[in-house]
């Protein structure tokens, strides 16, 4: 049998032998000792036989290495069980354990200081919009036009807790509009109910993908960013969705997204006096 380390962030890894992954990561959410505490397992087997899990409801991250590999180089050392010696483990692999997809749990230094640097920002044709619903249409427009994506769209929170589609760009786009998503459901779903933004690379790949909405629309989602839109001591009004970015999507694009969710939000609630835009906005 083959031996396997198995970790997670804030935990000391654990090392189990097993015939396969797939039982090595029973055997070691069990000895970690929070298979109770999960809802839905998203696995990804990397190209170097490493896989990466990742909780759908809480959003924590497993990672499952083969020793061998293991104990190749790497630059985050964990300590193993039992005083063995501590194995070394890629960067990127903890880094994708650590839960960083789903945003506002941690933060990398570029991400820090790009939102040092997305305060107080106003994007005019949203905060100047004649209506709400311009002023969604106006996020949705200066989302796309600041961020390298294929398409965009704005939901709003209804008072039953579904979200209707009240803007989109984009291929098929005009079939989004006025389409509802039950309550909690897809990323806008998950990033609503939370009220935390998330990124995904392989959307199809992932459990909270609501693949309801590609059918209706003949669209194929690849990759999302997802940012709520929250009301000042209104709670969550909605969410600003991002779909299929150029190449991937960055912790610069996340606060950009954020910049521009947090002028639709003033709009929405009738807060002024943020200042400066970004490129491309009149400001």
Do not use: K
Not at 133 to 160: F, H, T, Y
Not at 176 to 186: E, F, P
């Amino acid at each position: 049998m083959q031996r396997f380390q198995v970790s997670t962030s804030g935990q000391p890894a654990v090392e189990v032998s097993a015939g396969n992954w797939l039982t090595a990561l029973g055997l070691g959410l069990d000895a970690l000792g929070v298979v109770d505490r999960l809802d839905r397992l998203a696995c990804e087997v990397l190209p170097n036989h490493t896989v990466i899990a990742r909780d759908a409801r809480s959003g924590a991250g497993f990672v499952v290495m083969p020793l061998a590999r293991a104990e190749e180089g790497g630059s985050s050392t964990v300590d193993a069980p039992g005083g063995a010696a501590a194995v070394e483990v890629p960067a990127d692999v903890a880094a994708s354990a650590d839960g960083v997809t789903d945003f506002g749990r941690t933060e990398d230094t570029e991400t820090a200081a790009v939102r040092g640097r997305a305060t107080s920002v106003n994007h005019p044709r949203i905060a100047d919009a004649a209506t709400e619903d311009d002023a969604w249409e106006a996020a949705v427009a200066v989302a796309l036009e600041n961020i390298a994506a294929e398409s965009a769209s704005g939901l709003r929170l209804q008072p039953d807790g579904a979200l209707t589609f009240v803007a989109a760009r984009g291929p098929r786009a005009g079939g989004l509009r006025g389409q509802r998503l039950d309550s909690g459901a897809g990323f806008a779903g998950f990033c609503v109910a939370r009220g935390m933004g998330l990124a995904v690379e392989r959307a199809d790949h992932d459990p909270r993908f609501h693949a309801a909405v590609d059918r209706s629309t003949g669209y194929a989602t690849r990759s999302v960013l997802c940012v709520p839109v929250r009301g000042d001591g209104a709670g969550v009004l909605g969410c600003l969705e991002l779909l299929n970015a150029s190449d991937t999507f960055s912790a610069s694009d996340r606060a950009r997204a954020e910049e521009i969710a947090s002028t639709l939000s003033a709009r929405l609630v009738g807060v002024g006096g943020l200042e400066a835009g970004l490129p491309g906005d009149g400001g």
